[in-house]
């Protein structure tokens, strides 16, 4: 079993930054695929970035690219994303994910554990 719990969320102007941190348990976790996805009202789960531990390689979701970047620090169990330039639409609850495999993949269905989500806002 994997617990994650994020933090750094809360609520930023327009242009603004947030980091967000993801600190996971309960199973080897330089071996396991780690991402971000977020949920804006009304609105279905949607892929922001991931990153594999077998490769280093990094996916982000179109949305984001050159704003958001995902990072990993395996010594203290962590992931990161770093969001810059914020916009409105930014919105949502984000959510940590880990995989069960080292490969990441931009699918829901990949990830098998999830955290609880950190609500980020993003004013005018």
């Known amino acids: 079993q994997v617990q994650l719990v994020e933090s750094g969320g809360g609520l930023v102007q327009a242009g603004g930054s947030l980091r967000l941190s993801c600190v996971a348990s309960?199973?080897?976790?330089?071996?396991?695929?780690m991402g971000w996805f977020r949920q804006a009202p009304g609105k279905e789960r949607e892929f922001v970035a991931a990153k594999s531990s077998s490769t280093g390689n990094t996916y982000y979701a179109h949305s984001v690219k050159g704003r958001f970047t995902i990072s990993r620090d395996n010594a203290k169990n962590t992931v990161y994303l770093q969001m810059n330039s914020l916009k409105p639409e930014d919105t949502a609850v984000y959510y940590c994910v880990a995989s069960t495999s080292p490969v990441a993949t931009t699918t829901v269905g990949w990830y098998k554990y999830w955290g609880q989500g950190t609500q980020v806002s993003v004013s005018v």
């Open positions: 309960g199973r080897t976790f330089s071996s396991q695929a």
